[in-house]
């Protein structure tokens, strides 16, 4: 069995029987006036291990609430994903060109549709949607579920605007028909 410090100290010479008693006397002194007076000894090891741990729990829940948001919107993707894979028109056939502004890269891009679906496109009917870097054309009831979980991946709904001009437009006579290919 190890010996105590005390025992130490006097088999080295540095501390006689005298002193080591004393210090305990001393020491129970100090315990009992701090019970009676009721003292709280602080232990500046404990309080920084106390202080470390409520750190570390709170890195911890913030670190669990990043991974949950990026699971839920991980999810919602998914869910974006699989409507519009169910619900997307075909557009194999087409051969009228599209263009529309692709609202994550800034950039025009241009999809093959037939007249029908093109009309369709202009006046709102139709929307374009994109999943996994993929274009497809979606009915605009589709769209706005899909906007729902996820606004980015909806990018062109085209609103019909109110086709009678303003009483001061100076082009008001001159109507733009509806044939007209850019």
Request: charged share 40%.
């Amino acid at each position: 069995m190890a010996k105590s410090i005390a025992d130490q100290l006097m088999g080295l010479g540095l501390a006689d029987k005298k002193q080591i008693q004393k210090d305990k006397a001393e020491k129970r002194k100090q315990e009992k006036q701090n019970r009676k007076h009721k003292v709280e000894v602080v232990d500046e090891t404990k309080a920084s291990v106390e202080q470390a741990r409520k750190e570390k729990a709170e890195r911890d829940r913030l670190l669990n609430l990043e991974k949950q948001r990026k699971a839920d919107e991980k999810a919602l993707l998914a869910q974006v994903r699989q409507i519009i894979e169910r619900t997307h028109i075909k557009i194999d056939e087409g051969d009228v060109k599209f263009n529309f502004a692709d609202r994550n890269d800034n950039k025009i891009k241009t999809i093959y549709v037939t007249e029908k679906i093109q009309d369709d496109l202009a006046n709102g009917k139709l929307a374009i949607a994109t999943a996994d870097g993929r274009y497809y054309v979606v009915t605009q009831q589709v769209a706005e579920k899909i906007s729902e979980r996820s606004a980015a991946s909806v990018l062109m709904v085209s609103d019909k605007q109110d086709e009678t001009p303003a009483e001061d437009d100076p082009y008001a006579e001159f109507v733009i028909p509806d044939d007209l290919m850019w």
